[in-house]
């Protein structure tokens, strides 16, 4: 026996990127069905060896439906979560919306599967942002041996996180290049992104921080421990999909290198590339496609008394989004639901 499945959004990079992780990994689907907006009503998605015609978000009766995988935005999402939840259908959410609820659920499930018990309280689970996601995989199996105290990261994200107009943008303006008649100005971005990198993703805060590097902060904290002190550098950069970031760890505890890769090679999620040599590590390319957090560049901070350096990288609408969610579905299911 299985699920009853509704994918809302299922037009979008990450609600296909959905429907293509559920159907690899043969989540127990009884029945599935992909919503979307009206003016993308009957477009043609795929399931494994299916082939679905969306449905109408709008309309939609979510009762009698197990679990909704939501891809839509946050205006959306605070349309229509609620009336799923409310109609018995457990909602995982991949917008922003409901991160930092106190009664929602911030889940990464190798590293806090026990939060999918907390469902209950608004029927709704929320997915991390996809920087925070990769990170706190690649910290949870390091501060159970030595505790950290500090994390400084600078992030590499590609276009793909801001969405398919991030990527046409990229793609355009590193055509336009070549073709000085043809101009392509910023739109999507606060500035050029061909051949270029922008030290700028979501909103300015009066602290000066970005939102971005803000959601950093508070969502590791919420999933892995609010002592953890967190400060964050985001950056976009001209790659189309994998996320890389530099991150450097103080903790209580000495942790040498080479146990901390041992550490690694261990933890759920993780696959450590770490040879020094050239090429001895993980790039984008490498990530894209991947259900793997990779990670390289392991070594002592010799600046700080129990400090280490690392390179981390993902598939950003990977374990970054719809990889997450099914992961968060499979926790709800071998934990709470029990029927597949």
Same mark, same amino acid.
């Given at each position: 026996?299985?699920?009853r499945?509704?994918?809302?959004?299922?037009?979008?990079?990450?609600? &296909?990127?959905m429907?293509n992780?559920?159907?690899?990994?043969?989540?127990?689907?009884?029945?599935?069905?992909?919503?979307? =907006? &009206?003016r993308s009503?009957?477009?043609?998605?795929?399931?494994?060896?299916?082939?679905?015609?969306?449905?109408?978000?709008?309309?939609?009766?979510?009762?009698?439906?197990?679990?909704?995988l939501f891809? !839509?935005? =946050?205006?959306?999402?605070?349309?229509?979560?609620?009336?799923?939840?409310?109609?018995? %259908?457990?909602?995982?959410?991949?917008?922003?919306?409901? &991160?930092?609820?106190?009664?929602?659920?911030?889940?990464?499930?190798? *590293?806090?599967?026990?939060?999918?018990?907390?469902?209950?309280?608004?029927?709704?689970?929320?997915?991390?942002?996809?920087?925070?996601?990769q990170?706190? *995989?690649?910290?949870?199996?390091?501060?159970? +041996?030595?505790?950290?105290?500090r994390?400084?990261?600078?992030?590499?994200?590609?276009?793909?996180?801001?969405?398919?107009?991030?990527?046409?943008?990229?793609?355009?303006?590193?055509? /336009? !290049?070549?073709?000085?008649?043809?101009?392509?100005?910023?739109?999507?971005? /606060?500035?050029?992104?061909?051949?270029?990198? !922008?030290?700028?993703?979501?909103?300015?805060?009066?602290s000066?921080?970005?939102?971005?590097?803000?959601?950093?902060?508070?969502?590791?904290?919420?999933?892995?421990?609010?002592?953890?002190?967190?400060?964050?550098?985001?950056?976009?950069?001209?790659v189309f999909?994998?996320?890389?970031? =530099?991150?450097?760890?103080?903790?209580?505890?000495? $942790?040498?290198?080479?146990?901390? &890769?041992?550490?690694? +090679?261990?933890?759920?999620? !993780?696959?450590?590339?770490?040879? +020094?040599?050239?090429?001895?590590?993980?790039t984008?390319?490498e %990530?894209?496609?991947?259900?793997?957090?990779?990670? /390289? @560049?392991? @070594?002592?901070?010799?600046?700080?008394?129990?400090?280490?350096n690392?390179? %981390?990288?993902?598939?950003? $609408?990977?374990?970054?989004?719809?990889?997450?969610?099914?992961?968060?579905?499979?926790?709800?299911?071998? +934990?709470?639901?029990?029927?597949?």
């Open positions: 026996m299985g699920y499945v509704v994918i809302a959004g299922a037009t979008g990079n990450v609600g &296909r990127e429907l992780i559920l159907a690899e990994r043969q989540f127990p689907v009884d029945e599935i069905v992909a919503l979307a =907006s &009206r009503l009957g477009t043609e998605v795929t399931f494994g060896d299916k082939t679905l015609k969306t449905k109408d978000l709008d309309t939609f009766d979510f009762t009698g439906w197990d679990i909704a891809g !839509i935005g =946050s205006d959306a999402t605070k349309k229509y979560a609620p009336v799923a939840a409310k109609a018995g %259908c457990i909602v995982i959410d991949n917008s922003s919306l409901y &991160r930092y609820d106190p009664d929602v659920p911030l889940v990464v499930p190798e *590293v806090n599967p026990e939060a999918v018990l907390d469902y209950h309280k608004k029927n709704i689970i929320a997915n991390p942002n996809c920087s925070t996601a990170m706190v *995989v690649a910290l949870k199996p390091l501060h159970d +041996r030595a505790t950290i105290k994390v400084v990261v600078s992030t590499y994200q590609a276009v793909s996180g801001a969405g398919a107009g991030g990527a046409d943008e990229l793609w355009d303006q590193t055509k /336009s !290049i070549y073709n000085p008649t043809d101009d392509k100005p910023p739109k999507v971005f /606060s500035k050029q992104i061909a051949f270029n990198v !922008i030290p700028h993703i979501d909103v300015f805060m009066d000066g921080e970005t939102k971005e590097e803000w959601k950093m902060v508070a969502e590791t904290k919420k999933i892995v421990d609010k002592s953890i002190k967190v400060t964050a550098t985001c950056v976009r950069v001209p999909v994998g996320h890389c970031e =530099s991150i450097n760890i103080e903790f209580e505890e000495f $942790l040498d290198e080479d146990e901390a &890769r041992d550490i690694l +090679r261990e933890a759920p999620g !993780i696959m450590v590339i770490d040879k +020094r040599e050239d090429g001895g590590y993980v984008p390319i %990530c894209v496609g991947d259900y793997a957090t990779f990670v /390289s @560049r392991i @070594r002592q901070d010799s600046t700080i008394d129990n400090g280490l690392m390179w %981390c990288v993902s598939d950003n $609408l990977r374990k970054g989004a719809a990889l997450n969610a099914v992961q968060i579905a499979e926790t709800l299911g071998t +934990r709470v639901l029990k029927k597949g």
